[in-house]
């Protein structure tokens, strides 16, 4: 499984170009009104054909309605659908049989028992996106550059890719990697000067620190087979 570095929460030209130029494998919109990077469906038609097959685009959402999902994928035009709210299992096997996308389902981990659903989502989605659980009081189930225990992920395995997202950074990446194994990081906080502007020299940063990340554990695979 090839490793995917995801820049999340792209609003601007200026940023989306900086990510692309950086190697991104995918970049994510945020369909969300409440969160500081969300982006309405003229911007997302705008920004979506900019990329130009130049990495895979996502369309982060939150338990939304059939009739908002058609307009994001029609005005975006993604190659994956990000659920990042309580969608249930069958919702997920829903949605990708109505809209025939690659979906990534979002497991929002505080402790160990957060775990116990993965299953069931593992064998409908076509990815897994682990993140930080948010506080019960927070305004967005996700972007609040928060980690988690990344252990909890250490003996999981998977047939399917799974990303580790919350709270990462350029300096935090590689560890995240080191212990999770995942095949993908995501990042939207830990690229930002503020909340949902996005800085270019740290997603430069960060995309460099991830790809360091894949080279070390891809080494030492090899390492260890030998
Ligand atoms: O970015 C948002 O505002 C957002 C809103 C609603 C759901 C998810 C959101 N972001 C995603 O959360 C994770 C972690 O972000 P961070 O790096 O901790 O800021 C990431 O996957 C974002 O795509």
Request: aromatic share 6%.
């Amino acid at each position: 499984m090839s490793f995917a570095v995801k820049i999340c929460g792209l609003s601007t030209r200026e940023t989306l170009e900086v990510a692309l130029d950086a190697g991104a494998d995918m970049v994510g919109f945020v369909f969300f009104e409440a969160s500081p990077r969300h982006v309405g469906l003229g911007t997302a038609r705008e920004l979506g054909r900019l990329v130009k097959g130049r990495a895979l685009k996502a369309a982060l959402t939150v338990d939304a309605d059939d009739a908002s999902l058609e307009n994001f994928i029609e005005a975006l035009q993604p190659g994956l659908l990000q659920l990042h709210g309580s969608e249930s299992v069958a919702r997920v096997r829903d949605i990708k049989q109505k809209f025939g996308l690659p979906v990534m389902k979002v497991l929002s981990v505080a402790t160990a028992a957060d775990l116990a659903e993965l299953p069931g989502y593992a064998a409908v989605a076509d990815r897994i996106l682990f993140d930080a659980r948010a506080p019960k009081d927070a305004t967005r189930p996700g972007g609040l550059g928060v980690p988690f225990d990344w252990r909890l992920l250490e003996n999981i395995k998977l047939a399917i890719p799974f990303m580790v997202g919350g709270g990462l950074n350029a300096g935090n990446v590689a560890e995240a990697v080191r212990v999770t194994h995942a095949n993908g990081v995501d990042v939207s906080s830990g690229v930002e000067s503020a909340p949902g502007i996005k800085d270019p020299d740290m997603i430069r940063a960060f995309i460099r620190a991830a790809r360091e990340a894949e080279r070390a554990v891809t080494s030492s695979r090899i390492a260890s087979s030998v």
